[in-house]
Every structure is written in C-alpha cells, then in structure tokens.
C-alpha cells in the first residue's frame, strides 16, 4: 500500500512533541537513513511546488461559534508546502474539475442547534457507481437479505454514506472496502440485536462465532472444517467473512489487527446493552455514555487510512493522543445516530436506549428537555473532539498525522450529512 511517508524531521517540530511519540519519529527517520531514502521515499515522489491551501472551511452552524485555531484549520484542510501534495484529499482515477466550495446539503433538516460542518454533496457518479456494486454483492455474493428488505437496503442510502465519508479514496475500490464492512456490521446490529430477529438472549455466543469471520479460529485440522462451513450458515457471518476478505487485500497486518480491536469493542458494547435489556435496567448517563464509548462507529473512521490508501503507522496509531481523538470523534458521532433516530427508536416495540431516553429517566427531564440536553452532550463532545485534535496536529505535525486527523474529522461530517439527508430512514421530532 502507497505510504506518504513522514515528514523530514525538523528542530523546529513544537517541544510537545518530545512528549507525543518521539521516539516513533526518531525510528522512522533512522530507518529511512538506514535504507538510503531521501525526500521522495519519505513523500510518495519528487519536490513538486508549494501547492495553495485549500479555501478555508465556510461558516459551521453551532450553538457556540468561535474562531478556529489555526491548527484546526490546518487539520481541515490539509497538509500543505514542500513535499504534501500527494497528501491531499481527491486523488481520482481521472481527472476532474475542482470541487465546489462546501455548501449546505438541500436535502432533510439539521437538527436545530447541532454543532455540525456541512459537506459538499458526494460525488454522483462514483455513489451511483458505488451503490451499485455493493448491491450486487449483498444479493449475488453473500445473500444478504430477502426479496421482501430491498427497499430497506436501497433506502439506508450506503453509497452516499460512503462517498461522503471518505472524499479522499483514491478509487471505487477503496471505498468499497469500507461500503462492505459498513453493511456487514450494520446487518450483525440487525439480525444479532436489533429489528430483524435480534434477541439479547444467547447474544454472546452468537457474536463471538461471528467475530471469528473477522479474526479466525486457529484450531485442528479435526474441527478447522466444521468451523469454515459455518462462516456461510446466516447472512451476517457470510457478510463478515467476505468483507473481511477484501478488506485484508488493501490493508497491512496492523491495519486489519486494528479493525479487528474495534470490532471486538464494538461486540463488547452490543453485550454491555443486552445484559440492561435481559433486567430491565437504565443505566446512569455516565454508565450509558461509556457503553456508547464501545457501541458506536469507531471501526469506522478508523480505516480511513486504508480507505485512503496510505497508512498511520501502528506506533502513531497507538498514541493516547490519537486514541483520545478517535474515541471522542467515535462517540460525537454515536450520539447524531442516538438524536436522528429517536423517533424511529420510540416507535419500536419496547424500550429502546438513547442518550434521551436515559437523560429524560435518570435526571427527571421531559422529553423535550432530555433531547436538548443530548444536544450539548454531542456538541461538547465535538468541541472536545476538534480541541483534541488541533492540540495533536500542534505537538505532531506528521503528514500521515495530519492526513489521519483530517480523515476522522471529514468521516465525523460526512456522518452527520448521511443522518441529516436521510429521510427515508429518519425524521425529527417536534421540540422546536
């Protein structure tokens, strides 16, 4: 996989950054010498010219507006100078005309008083283009779902969602790696836990054999083939299994052991939530709120490096810093799906928990009350997010860093664009 590399260590890198990862660069720019690497192994190829920065991101709707930090400005647009261009977002498989400047989605209302970036809307060739092979794979691949869910599948809109979230995927099949694993865990969350013959009964034991579609079992030759066969026994294990295969074709080992973490997060979570639904309990907001820390979209803005086809190397990767960035990013945008699905959560059977619901139960607020205070919670969590992530790229500032940074901040907007426009599956309720 291409890797744009580090930048040239220089004695001007912020004195943060002998406290994040010092030791990584010190390895890197040892290795390169060792190898006889110069500039361009370290930049993907030759000095090209300064290239301009990108036009700064247009105003954000926000229950408090502030003027960006100038490295949160860079993290938005992206690296700049000698040796970054190949850094930037829309490396295309041909040529295109500049995109336009960012504009507000005409499609669905935002949540009034939401701290949110709008998006450009996606590309249309590449969403009909993406659209289309990921419904052949569902149908002709692993046979994902019956006839009668094809509306249901068409109308979760995973093309745009995609497209969306990852502007920067060199091609189609970039994208597709994480259009497959989206619509694999989406369709565990749904036939495992939720809507479609979900149970919290026997749960566990349902996730850890899936789960081992994602990191295989390792066992004798007597009993490695009862386990294959089972790899194709229902739809989110045959999902699992596919998606993961493709996914290890683009991405190194220590891309794919992380994905794998975060999956297993992820399943942790989905327990952590059954076990309330088996007593009937409601956690404190805080005991909720750290359940969504392992129930939310963490494996996905995480692959935007293999999306993108480079790599943040697993030492940077591993970083509390950058682990702190991910996980509010990751729990930012749990809380969009908690507040745009809200009215679609209350009219399912039984009691379903969101950040509202919990709020309205444990504080003794109204409904109209939980769901506005769930709105600072998300903007406070994207406010703790983007300061972050500006103080990392400061003490850090790695092309692959700042790429990364730039990745989950673009995935984090393109999440909310995806909620926001989506009206077949979401509407808002009416506390305003």
Known sequence: MPDPGLSPLQSSLPEAAAHFGAHVLGNAAAQLAAQGRGVEAATGG?????????????????VEVGTPSPALER??????????????????????????PPTAPTEGDPIPGLYYHPVPEPDPVRV????????????????LYPPEWEDQFDGFSVGRYMVACHPDAPTVDHLML??????????????????????????????????????????????????ADSLHSDAP??????????????????????????????HMGYLAEAAWAETDHVPEVWEYLAMRQFNNFRPCPTI????????????????????????????????VNDLYSYTKELAGPGKHLNLPVVLAEREGLSDREAYLKAVEVHNDLMHDFEAAAAEL????????????????????????????????????????
Request: net charge negative.
């Open 46 to 62: 030759p000095l090209p010219a300064p290239s301009a920065p990108a036009p700064p991101s247009v105003g954000v709707p926000a």
């Open 75 to 100: 993290i938005l647009r992206g690296p700049s100078g000698l040796g970054t261009a190949s850094l930037h977002l829309v490396r295309r498989e041909d040529l295109q005309e500049p995109p336009a």
């Open 128 to 143: 009909a283009e993406v659209s289309r092979r990921i419904k052949t794979w569902a149908v002709d691949e692993v046979e």
């Open 178 to 227: 994480a259009t497959r694993l989206m619509v694999a865990e989406n369709v565990v969350d749904d036939c495992y836990c939720e809507d479609h013959g979900g149970s919290p009964i026997g749960l566990g034991g349902r996730l850890l054999l899936a789960h081992t579609a994602l990191d295989a079992l390792h066992t004798t030759k007597e009993y490695q083939p009862g386990w």
């Open 237 to 266: 294990r045959r999902a699992y299994r596919s998606a993961m295969e493709y996914f290890l074709r683009d991405a190194t080992p220590s891309q794919a052991d992380r994905y794998r973490h975060d999956m297993a997060r992820l």
């Open 304 to 335: 935007t490096d293999t999306v993108g086809g480079y790599e943040l190397p697993a030492d940077l990767h591993a970083q509390p810093a950058i682990q702190r960035v991910i996980a509010l990013a990751g729990n930012a945008t749990t809380i």
């Open 393 to 432: 790229a400061a003490a850090c500032p790695v092309p692959t860093v700042l790429r990364f940074l730039r990745g989950v901040a673009v995935w984090a907007d393109g999440n909310h664009y995806w909620h926001m426009t989506n009206t077949y599956r979401y509407n808002l309720p009416d506390f305003w």
